[in-house]
């Protein structure tokens, strides 16, 4: 049986510049792509409800005006709220009154909510520390706790990750992953081995590798963990993510 977990982070620029590509990523259920999300509120047009989308409160402007009101209305069953938000000028107290002021309501209307994404970093830990204590008396909590995980080492990601999942109790959305090691076979061993453990942990909702886009987002990612050619193609390890299930190198 398919196990459906791996989430496509599947960026703006694509659909402006390569929308045609979403045709190529079969999203049926023998297939082990589960949704599509792009950091955003508004649904890739390319995506033809073909699989479904998880809009994101990415920037304190999501809560605001027409990008609120595509949440609020959006007929998708999951909403991830704010994206590396202590990167952004997003203190825990702001973040923590805007869940109870407004995204609660998202959950009244009977969508399951997935806490801020924070950097894989010293400062994002603890500005998830303080966000999941100023919401603890939500009732319930977020539905998922949302995670990002760059490294090299696959047995420290998995011992975090289950680190985070023990401490906090909920089921995760590792909402980017990616290894940062700029050797390809480096990268390759490390997203075979996240991929198939993800897979066969029940605590693990989803995840997503990073790096499907036409560019290298940063300094920091690296250029052999890119899903995408320059001309929008997909890399081998794209098709890999695609369609093999196990992974192999």
Same mark, same amino acid.
């Given at each position: 049986?398919?196990?459906?977990?791996?989430?496509?982070?599947?960026?703006?620029?694509?659909?402006?510049?390569?929308?045609?590509?979403?045709?190529?990523?079969?999203?049926?259920?023998?297939?082990?792509?589960?949704?599509?999300?792009?950091?955003?509120?508004?649904?890739?047009?390319?995506?033809?409800?073909?699989?479904?989308? #998880?809009?994101?409160?990415?920037?304190?402007?999501?809560?605001?005006?027409?990008?609120?009101?595509?949440?609020?209305?959006?007929?998708?069953?999951?909403?991830?709220?704010?994206?590396?938000?202590?990167?952004?000028?997003?203190?825990?107290?702001?973040?923590?009154?805007?869940?109870?002021?407004?995204?609660?309501?998202?959950?009244?209307?009977?969508?399951?909510?997935?806490?801020?994404?924070?950097?894989?970093?010293?400062?994002?830990?603890?500005?998830?520390?303080?966000?999941?204590?100023?919401?603890?008396?939500?009732?319930?909590?977020?539905?998922?706790?949302?995670?990002?995980?760059?490294?090299?080492?696959?047995?420290?990601?998995? #011992?975090?990750?289950?680190?985070?999942?023990? #401490?906090?109790?909920?089921?995760?959305?590792?909402?980017?992953?990616?290894?940062?090691?700029?050797?390809?076979?480096?990268?390759?061993?490390?997203?075979?081995?996240?991929?198939?453990?993800?897979?066969?942990?029940?605590?693990?909702?989803?995840?997503?590798?990073?790096?499907?886009?036409?560019?290298?987002?940063?300094?920091?990612?690296?250029?052999?963990?890119?899903?995408?050619?320059?001309?929008?193609?997909?890399?081998?390890?794209?098709?890999?993510?695609?369609?093999?299930?196990?992974?192999?190198?």
């Amino acid at each position: 049986m398919v196990i459906k977990k791996r989430m496509l982070l599947w960026d703006y620029t694509n659909t402006n510049s390569f929308p045609q590509q979403l045709d190529q990523v079969p999203l049926d259920n023998d297939h082990p792509t589960s949704s599509v999300s792009n950091w955003n509120a508004w649904v890739p047009p390319e995506l033809k409800g073909r699989a479904p989308f #998880r809009p994101m409160i990415h920037l304190v402007e999501e809560t605001q005006g027409e990008k609120w009101q595509w949440i609020l209305n959006s007929d998708q069953p999951l909403v991830l709220y704010f994206n590396e938000p202590e990167r952004n000028g997003i203190s825990p107290q702001q973040a923590a009154n805007i869940w109870h002021s407004q995204v609660l309501d998202l959950r009244r209307r009977g969508k399951q909510l997935c806490s801020p994404c924070p950097a894989w970093t010293d400062e994002g830990r603890s500005w998830l520390e303080q966000f999941m204590a100023l919401v603890a008396d939500s009732p319930p909590p977020p539905d998922y706790l949302g995670l990002h995980a760059y490294n090299t080492d696959a047995g420290a990601t998995m #011992r975090y990750l289950e680190g985070m999942h023990q #401490r906090y109790g909920l089921p995760i959305i590792v909402h980017e992953i990616a290894s940062v090691s700029r050797n390809y076979g480096e990268v390759l061993a490390f997203t075979v081995k996240m991929a198939n453990w993800m897979d066969s942990k029940d605590f693990i909702y989803e995840y997503a590798f990073f790096g499907c886009m036409g560019h290298v987002a940063d300094g920091f990612v690296s250029p052999e963990a890119q899903l995408m050619n320059p001309d929008g193609s997909f890399k081998d390890l794209m098709y890999k993510l695609m369609h093999d299930q196990p992974m192999h190198v």
